[in-house]
T-cell receptor
């Protein structure tokens, strides 16, 4: 069964600290994996997209990694800011119209 | 700037009433999607359309209807048959190019009063 699981479900960190969010998937075949940031009451915005051959991709303070062998991805946030408070959603594409969503990690950054 | 526009941002519906959520895109994307988001749950697919005048049911299509008369527009009607319509609704379109993936609208929050 094609599934995407994210952990932790929620996370609270102090401003300035680093954190890592996890995404494990069983989707096959694999086309790409995206991390989205969703602010409360807004639509998700793409942070990174990774294909099979990419191991690491950065977007500012966000760094995503992908291990296609173990079917795991992580999103590392460096020097967190209050504006990083949001839900982070992992979406895996199997190609065509097949997209599988994780339930997201809710991140709260406190001063 | 290209993007997806959803309106209204907030919508209130009375029991037994049909309401229509608007979704317009100027990205020249062929495929468009409607998702429903409930607290603590992942996005669930309501309907999608890959081409004008064609659309397909998603996982939770009951109580919803769509039309795709123009490439740019994909409105969603929440009918009175949808018994629990209070949710956040997201419209999206697909870039089938190199960065294959969704572009989302900013969402519509529908509340039954």
């Amino acid at each position: 069964k094609n599934q995407v699981e994210q952990s932790p479900q929620s996370l609270i960190i102090l401003e300035g600290k680093n954190c890592t969010l996890q995404c494990n998937y069983t989707v096959s075949p694999f086309s790409n994996l995206r991390w989205y940031k969703q602010d409360t009451g807004r639509g998700p915005v793409s942070l990174t997209i990774m294909t099979f051959s990419e191991n690491t991709k950065s977007n500012g303070r966000y760094t995503a990694t992908l291990d296609a062998d173990t079917k795991q991805s992580s999103l590392h946030i460096t020097a967190s800011q209050l504006s990083d408070s949001a839900s982070y959603i992992c979406v895996v594409s199997a190609g065509g119209n097949q997209f599988y969503f994780g339930t997201g990690t809710s991140l709260t950054v406190i001063p | 700037d290209g993007g997806i526009t959803q309106s209204p941002k907030y919508l209130f519906r009375k029991e037994g009433q049909n309401v229509t959520l608007s979704c317009e895109q100027n990205l020249n994307h062929d495929a468009m999607y409607w998702y429903r988001q409930d607290p603590g749950q992942g996005l669930r697919l309501i309907y999608y359309s890959q081409i004008v005048n064609d659309f397909q049911k998603g996982d939770i299509a009951e109580g919803y209807s769509v039309s795709r008369e123009k490439k740019e527009s994909f409105p969603l009607t929440v009918t009175s048959a949808q018994k629990n319509p209070t949710a956040f609704y997201l419209c999206a379109s697909i870039d089938r190019g190199r960065n294959y993936g969704y572009t989302f609208g900013s969402g519509t929050r529908l509340t039954v009063v």
